[in-house]
């Protein structure tokens, strides 16, 4: 039958295969210790593309960018050196989405696996980071000024001169605020919570101003700022920022 999700329950944990023997029965989840897989162990496979269990399947080492490992399966120990429950992805990650972090992470092994799926930083998100069109990528905190022409999540209070400096060639584009910026002075210049209009001509008319998110003032949680047209003037020449969400 088609498997609908799964889920970190019964006291099981995601993690990533960093080795595993070539009887297939000894891994380790560190690196350091390691841990048997008996005759008494259950061992599923699964695809989490196709949300189905596969007949049979290969224990795998998890893909790794840079000083990180993509988590490539569920598993539940006896509490000493036994592996009671291992599920494993057969395409060799879950959720089809990919966890780093490392003192040793950069943008280049972040870039990098954003070519293979969506990814999470749960650690110090280093520079000169670009999210692809279609991809999505969550930190937890916006250390750096990300190029964003796919889409990025911010989990927590980010400084509101990095959202701001945060740059996109796409329109379409997102950058979402799961929590209010922290406090602090800045004047904000790419983020704008009203698009303008330019001089009609026939009958003459004035062009209304673009209004830009008011200085010195956070963008409140669940902000979505999407890059788009601001405004357009005379000559049919658009100017592109980030319009902001309603702000209450």
């Not at 972040?110 to 999505?136: E, F, H, K, Q, W």
């Not at 927590?156 to 379409?172: E, L, N």
Request: net charge negative; aromatic share 4%.
């Amino acid at each position: 039958g088609e498997i609908s999700d799964v889920t970190t329950s019964i006291g099981t944990t995601e993690g990533a295969i960093m080795g595993v023997n070539e009887a297939q029965n000894k891994v380790t989840f560190n690196g350091v210790d390691q841990f048997n897989i008996t005759a008494d162990t259950v061992v599923l496979f699964i695809d989490t593309d196709k949300h189905e269990g596969q007949a049979s399947g290969t224990i795998q080492k998890a893909d790794k960018f840079g000083g990180s490992f993509m988590n490539n399966v569920i598993y539940k120990t006896d509490g000493t050196d036994e592996v009671e429950l291992l599920i494993v992805d057969t395409k060799n990650k879950l959720h089809g989405d990919i966890t780093l972090s490392g003192a040793g992470l950069t943008g280049a092994d972040i870039n990098a696996a954003l070519v293979s799926g969506d990814v999470t930083v749960t650690g110090t998100l280093p520079a000169s980071v670009t999210v692809p069109a279609g991809r999505t990528l969550t930190v937890a905190t916006l250390d750096q000024v990300v190029t964003v022409n796919g889409n990025l999540v911010v989990t927590s209070a980010a400084a509101m001169d990095k959202v701001d400096g945060c740059t996109s060639t796409t329109v379409g584009a997102t950058i979402t605020l799961r929590a209010a910026n922290t406090a602090g002075t800045h004047t904000w210049a790419n983020v704008f919570t009203a698009i303008g209009s330019a001089p009609v001509a026939d009958p003459a008319t004035a062009g209304v101003a673009r209004t830009v998110q008011v200085a010195n003032t956070a963008l409140v949680a669940g902000t979505v700022l999407t890059y788009g047209t601001t405004f357009t003037d005379t000559s049919g020449t658009t100017a592109n920022a980030w319009v902001a969400s309603a702000q209450s």
